[in-house]
């Protein structure tokens, strides 16, 4: 079954710190990843997807097949970074998205 | 240009009452999601369009729940007999397509509360 796994409900850290969210994935098929944030009283929004390859916000994020995993990481997190964050697997050709359990991402000063 | 659009943005009503949500998504996007997101069960998949069409209901939780598009635009997602554990955040997302390359922007929500 296609599933995806934030093991983390709370993350909390200082500012400056390093931030990792985990994500791993269940999905027999070439999987299509992406992270969505939740700022606060804001809507979901795309943060970036794997086939971008790129960096937002000094945000990366490696797809890694052989542990199933699109862990989302910072090297310096910023109070600004504060939100919920979502890992989401596109299954199959429809463009429906299966998410995962959301990271509350605290950044304290 | 606007984005996503939902009415209305809070919803209270009674146990066995019907409700019905509304979507209107960016302007040319074809395909259309409905998702909910609750305490319990964080974000979860419900029904997609493409056009006006909805090839995949597997996610609708029960035949309470039903959806429907018109002229390739707004939807209306309906749910009727509410019941208290339908109390959620019913999300709209609108994308130009189905490809992964094409964002799904959300709209603001509808917050449904079934006392």
């Known amino acids: 079954a296609q599933r995806v796994t934030q093991p983390e409900k709370l993350l909390s850290v200082f500012k400056g710190a390093p931030v990792e969210l985990k994500c791993n994935y269940s999905y027999s098929g070439s999987p299509e990843l992406f992270w969505y944030v939740q700022y606060s009283r804001q809507r979901l929004q795309l943060l970036l997807r794997h086939i971008s390859r790129e960096s937002i916000k000094g945000f990366t994020a490696d797809l890694n097949k052989g542990e199933t995993s699109f862990h989302l990481k910072k090297p310096f997190a910023q109070e600004e970074d504060s939100a919920m964050y979502y890992c989401a697997l596109k299954f199959g050709n429809t463009g429906k998205l299966i998410f995962g359990q959301g990271t509350t991402l605290q950044v304290k000063p | 240009g606007a984005g996503v659009s939902q009415s209305p943005s809070n919803k209270v009503t009674e146990k066995g009452k019907d409700v019905e949500l509304r979507c209107d998504p960016i302007?040319?996007?074809?395909?259309l999601y409905w998702y909910r997101q609750s305490l319990g069960q964080g974000l979860e998949f419900l029904i997609y369009?493409?056009?006006?069409?909805?090839?995949?209901k597997s996610g609708l939780p029960s035949d309470r729940f039903s959806a429907e598009r018109t002229g390739g635009s707004v939807s209306t997602l309906t749910i009727q007999r509410t019941q208290q554990e339908d109390s959620a955040v019913y999300l709209c997302?609108?994308?130009?397509?189905?490809?992964?390359?094409?964002?799904?922007?959300f709209g603001p929500g509808t917050r449904l509360t079934v006392l």
């Open positions: 302007s040319g996007h074809t395909a």
């Open positions: 369009f493409q056009g006006n069409s909805a090839p995949d």
């Open positions: 997302a609108s994308s130009l397509g189905l490809l992964a390359f094409n964002e799904q922007f």
